[in-house]
């Protein structure tokens, strides 16, 4: 019957035709979000490989590891990292502005700069060259009342002790974020 009508052929034909565009479109659209997400975390983030200690196997210090995989002729550079979550707030015109969960990523200044591109991000300001300086990401900066590069903060943080530690930091770079 649907053979019959020349109209429905065709308009069969076309359904068939756009749901198969429409599920290859929304394919294309996933795959390059993906590609985009695991893009910007081996980038900014983790890097290539991201090596954990959660089961207490490891017992080599981080440079030594890190020198290990330096010695690797493929590997362009290496550093280590320490990811915590954080408070942060900063009293800006006699105002306290608080925020909580932070992601806050602890690096070496000069191993970083070679093993990722965070630096390339940072807008206004330098990326961290010392103790007690951090880099802001632009949203981060804005919720706590629009700190800018110079602002001091102070930086809550769970040690591995699970003791509070409260650190004064002071901004020396916004990232674009």
């Known amino acids: 019957m649907l053979f019959n009508k020349k109209g ?3 308009g069969a034909v076309l359904a068939v035709t756009i749901g198969i565009l429409v599920i290859h479109v929304n394919f294309v659209i996933f795959q390059g979000l993906f590609d985009a997400i695991v893009r910007d975390i081996s980038n900014y983030r ?8 959660e089961e207490d196997y490891i017992d080599k210090s981080d440079q030594a590891l890190v020198n ?5 002729p493929y590997v362009e550079a290496a550093t280590p990292r320490l990811s915590s979550t954080a408070s942060i707030n900063m009293t800006k015109f006699g105002t306290l502005h608080e925020e909580t ?3 806050i990523v602890g690096v070496d200044p000069l191993r970083d700069i070679r093993a990722s591109t965070v630096h390339e991000t940072v807008s206004d300001g ?3 060259f010392s103790r ?4 802001l990401g632009s949203n981060v900066a804005r919720d706590l009342g629009g700190a800018q590069v110079g ?3 102070k930086v809550k943080i769970v040690d591995r002790y699970g003791q509070d530690q409260i650190k004064r930091l ?3 770079g916004i990232a674009k974020s």
């Open 101 to 103: 969960r932070i992601p």
């Open 8 to 10: 429905s052929l065709i």
């Open 132 to 135: 007690n300086s951090i880099v």
């Open 126 to 128: 330098k990326y961290v």
């Open 68 to 72: 290990w995989f330096e010695r690797i």
């Open 151 to 153: 602002d001091s903060l």
């Open 170 to 172: 002071v901004v020396t």
């Open 46 to 53: 983790n890097g290539d490989v991201l090596i954990t200690d």
